[in-house]
């Protein structure tokens, strides 16, 4: 019999605010796949984003809010503590120099993500450190033709796989996300409406306090 791998899952992002959809689809995948550690990492400087609603501190700070009273959940500093972009190659290698060769590392993403993958820095060696957990919506559909696709016919794999090999796989599973936005947030505050129930209300408390993304004053 196969002894089953310590699962260690990473879920990156900017978080610009963390919302209930963030937290929603990290505490699912957690207890549907039964992952020993599932940890939100915001991203310090994003090199796919130009512009960020909040600064890095401000994030962090959110979702150390939001994952306060979540014990399947916490989170994960690393990126904030770099002044260089944050490229997820980098933090997967310096996790799996941590962790050791003998735990199944994971990197959760959104089929946005998947299907943008090949514009990711280094992106082919990801799967060389961790296993992709894309997360789809009914209906997906994956790219059919050109290098990602070559990707995904390579390395796609059961669920298994994350039990059994520490790294190598694209697992696809599928669940209902709830339809939340960080942009329509941000759209909400700064029009002066409230996006209560859409956010933890520590977060909401917290964006009040320190008045974030409110558009300035004259």
Known sequence: ?????????????????????HLRMALELTEQLQLDDMRLMPSHRPPHK????????????????ATADCPQLSI????????????????????????????????????????NLDSWYRW????????????ARPGWHLPEQGDLADFLRQHQASVDK????PQGSVVIQQ?????????????QISAG????FLLPDSVWAYIQRKQLYRLPTE
Not at 50 to 65: H, Q, Y
């Open 76 to 115: 994960d500093r690393r990126e904030m503590e770099r002044d260089a972009p944050s490229y997820m190659v980098d933090t997967l290698t310096e996790v799996r120099r941590e962790v050791g060769p003998d735990v199944s590392l994971i990197l959760a993403m959104g089929m946005d993500s998947l299907v």
């Open 162 to 165: 994350l039990y059994s090999s």
């Open 50 to 65: 130009n512009t960020l609603g909040c600064n890095s501190e401000d994030r962090a700070a959110m979702v150390e809010l």
């Open 175 to 187: 669940m209902s996300l709830l339809p939340i936005s960080a942009t329509e947030i941000r759209r």
């Open 124 to 135: 082919r060696e990801l799967t060389d450190f961790a296993h992709l957990l894309v997360v």
């Open 193 to 196: 409406e409230s996006p209560q």
């Open 1 to 21: 019999m196969v002894q089953r791998l310590g699962t260690l899952a990473l879920f990156g992002g900017t978080f610009d605010p963390v919302h209930n959809g």
